[in-house]
């Protein structure tokens, strides 16, 4: 029997996004001063107010506010009509120093790489070749639309001009009982935006009348200008392209009205998207938040590889679809415990416990040796901070860092998203007999 899923995307200007940015903002500016910094601080916003929070060990001096104000500006809450603005809102820090108790336990003056993990849990992988990124279709398309969104408003705002930085979106994908997608069922919008037409009076007809005005016009731009820019970035994979038909249900800013948005009208904290992050709610989630950690947390490393593993595993051809667990114990090297799925759909003579026995014999799963492998210890997290952790594209990059309390700026190329890198493809292959 068909059945229909649905995942849904925010965009940076959402308040929880706002702080996630702030957060991971803050981690990058401490590991480029200092790449042993170990971080884990949170950000909260609403009316005004800027609240940082957390523990940092580092021996770098960061100046938190001015961080904060950049990245709010680099957002787009640069406006006094937004009730929340870079330049004017408050910043409140109560950053401590991080616990000794916590530290002693992942620190190991010994043997660097038996560094245990910061915290104990459960973290997921998953990947699925619904997608060239390996991504959950109604999740993917969820992500596009407010990328393209948020590119218009800041790059083509003449398409667009009412924008404002906050948004939401929500995709419906009905699928066949094998779990093929058929058609796009639903998209949900909403998007901020400038009172860009006013009542000719004051009474309350000609306020609905103005505010129907203003949903009939960005329905007509979101379904006419965006949803086809969307549409086209799929014209490689035509089972995906042909599900955009005229069949497909709008809702668009169903309220009527999204001019008050952002901090001002809903207060942000780090940590809140935490399915938006990954999978769009497709798989299950350890519960842990990303934004504004350190590698040494394995909420984030631990999520970041056993996602590089299931990506490289699908890739190679193990399974269409793969799913993996991994837990460890705060203070504690080696895992826990490795879990695999692959829904019954495995092309390797192998049960899907004997496929985790051989994962944990390819890859090195200590904390300390993720770090390494995917690179973790340099400033790259802000990109990761909206718009998902994962089916991002893996690239080089240059980030200069300057502050008034360093001397000289720092310089570094810097390699993004690194587990989504599909570099053990044919290692996996021969591993697999494939």
Not at 33 to 53: F, H, I, M
Not at 172 to 178: G, K, Q, R
Not at 331 to 344: D, H, K, L, Q, R
Not at 384 to 401: C, D, M, N
């Amino acid at each position: 029997m068909n059945y229909l899923f649905t995942s849904e995307s925010v965009s940076e200007g959402h308040p929880d996004k706002v702080s996630d940015q702030i957060s991971d903002a803050l981690l990058d500016e401490f590991l480029a001063y200092d790449p042993d910094s170990k971080v884990a601080c949170e950000t909260l916003v609403t009316t005004g107010q800027v609240v940082l929070a957390g523990e940092v060990k580092s021996k770098a001096y960061v100046d938190l506010a001015e961080v904060a104000r950049r990245t709010i500006a680099q957002i787009g809450y640069t406006k006094s009509e937004y009730r929340f603005e870079a330049n004017s809102c408050g910043v409140l820090s109560s950053i401590h120093e991080q616990s000794e108790d916590i530290n002693r336990g992942v620190e190991k003056k010994t043997d660097p790489m038996d560094q245990g993990a910061g915290d104990q849990g459960m973290m997921f992988g998953y990947a699925t070749n619904e997608t060239d990124n390996y991504m959950p279709l109604p999740l993917d398309l969820s992500h596009a639309l407010l990328r393209e969104l948020a590119y218009i408003r800041k790059n083509e705002s003449d398409l667009m001009p009412y924008l404002r930085p906050d948004a939401k979106s929500q995709v419906t994908i009905e699928y066949d009982e094998d779990g093929t997608p058929l058609r796009i069922d639903t998209i949900v919008i909403s998007t901020q935006h400038d009172e860009f037409i006013l009542p000719i009076n004051k009474s309350s007809e000609a306020a609905e009348k103005a505010d129907k005005a203003m949903q009939e016009k960005i329905k007509h731009d979101i379904m006419t200008i965006l949803v086809p820019r969307v549409r086209e970035k799929y014209k490689f994979r035509k089972d995906i392209y042909r599900l955009f038909d005229n069949k497909i249900r709008y809702f668009v800013n169903p309220t009527g009205k999204f001019v008050l948005g952002g901090p001002h009208a809903d207060t942000g904290l780090t940590g809140r998207k935490i399915i938006v992050d990954t999978y769009g709610g497709k798989v299950p989630h350890g519960g842990g938040a990303f934004s504004g950690k350190d590698p040494s947390k394995v909420d984030r490393s631990a999520t970041y590889e056993v996602r590089h593993i299931a990506k490289n595993l699908v890739a190679a051809g193990v399974s269409p679809e793969v799913l993996i667990q991994i837990s460890y114990a705060i203070g504690i090297a080696e895992p826990m415990s490795i879990y695999v799925n692959t829904y019954g759909k495995s092309n390797v003579k192998m049960s899907d416990a004997e496929i985790a026995k051989k994962i944990s014999e390819m890859f090195d799963m200590r904390p300390k040796a993720i770090e390494e492998r995917l690179k973790l210890r340099n400033p790259i997290y802000f990109e990761t901070a909206s718009y998902g952790h994962f089916g991002r594209e893996p690239q080089l990059v240059k980030k200069i860092f300057s502050s008034r309390y360093m001397s000289e700026p720092v310089e570094l190329e810097v390699e993004l998203f690194t587990w989504e890198k599909l570099d053990y493809v044919d290692m996996i292959r021969d591993a697999f007999g494939l």
